[in-house]
């Protein structure tokens, strides 16, 4: 990337330094490479022979692509996260209940070597179905089976309760689980595309350096094919 001199210290030499002209951030470096990769085509007299200005326009557009259908992916996130809390909630109000369902078939000392049938594990800060969001899942097809053997299938909290929790919480954990592989895909792609066009962008700079090797004249030309700060 271009450098600017800056005083040097001791020796009295100029020393280089290093400026940022492509943005990282995904949006300014796509309205940067979009307006590059038009004003290319627009001057065909500046080439680079291993990259074609039609080919770099397709890689832009590719880009913005990609990030338009990776922010749309990462929306999705909130919502599906959301739902997933708000079944943890139920999930905890349920089996505080199926507890005391428990204690009060084999009394409260005998309770506790009961819970494990049903999914509810022992952790420091007390008796849960499950702290890991897998496990919780396994763990409430275990409460599903041992709440109708132990007879407390009419209850409240009772199989049909735990049957929909179960389903609906599988439902929702399969949803964001496969929205963190598809992010996390996009996000690979997204990245080697920004890493494709950084190298065509840097080339470009070169060239049109070596072009116009006066350099208020060369700021001003690379203002116009859209690097519009000196550095990011």
């Known amino acids: 990337m271009p450098e600017e001199t800056g005083g040097g210290q001791g020796d009295g030499k100029k020393k280089p330094v290093r400026t940022k002209t492509i943005p990282q951030a995904d949006i300014d470096f796509k309205d940067v490479s979009q307006s590059v990769a038009a004003a290319w085509l627009a001057n065909p007299d500046i080439t680079l022979r291993w990259k074609k200005a039609a080919d770099f326009e397709k890689e832009t557009i590719d880009y913005a ?8 992916t990462g929306n999705l996130r909130p919502g599906q996260t959301l739902t997933l809390n708000q079944l ?5 109000e349920g089996v505080s209940d199926v507890k005391t369902y ?11 070597a009961q819970f494990a049938r ?16 897998n ?3 396994e763990a409430l097809k275990l409460m599903v089976k041992s709440i109708a053997a132990e007879g407390f299938g009419n209850e409240e909290f009772g199989t049909a309760f735990w049957t929909d929790i179960q389903k609906a919480y599988e439902t929702a954990l399969v949803a964001a689980s496969n929205t963190a592989g598809d992010v996390s895909k996009k996000v690979a792609t997204k990245n080697q595309q920004k890493k494709n066009i950084t190298v065509v962008l840097n080339s470009l700079l070169k060239v049109l350096q070596g072009n ?5 004249e060369y700021k ?8 519009k700060k000196e550095s990011y």
């Open 220 to 227: 001003g030309v690379i203002r116009q094919w859209g690097w």
């Open 135 to 137: 496990n919780r899942n």
């Open 65 to 72: 692509d990609s990030l338009q259908i990776r922010v749309e």
């Open 102 to 112: 428990i204690e009060k078939k084999y009394k409260k000392a005998n309770a506790p």
């Open 118 to 133: 049903f999914g509810i594990t022992h952790s420091k800060a007390g008796y849960f179905l499950g702290r890991d969001r």
């Open 212 to 216: 116009y090797p006066d350099q208020d």
């Open 88 to 92: 943890d909630d139920r999930i905890e």
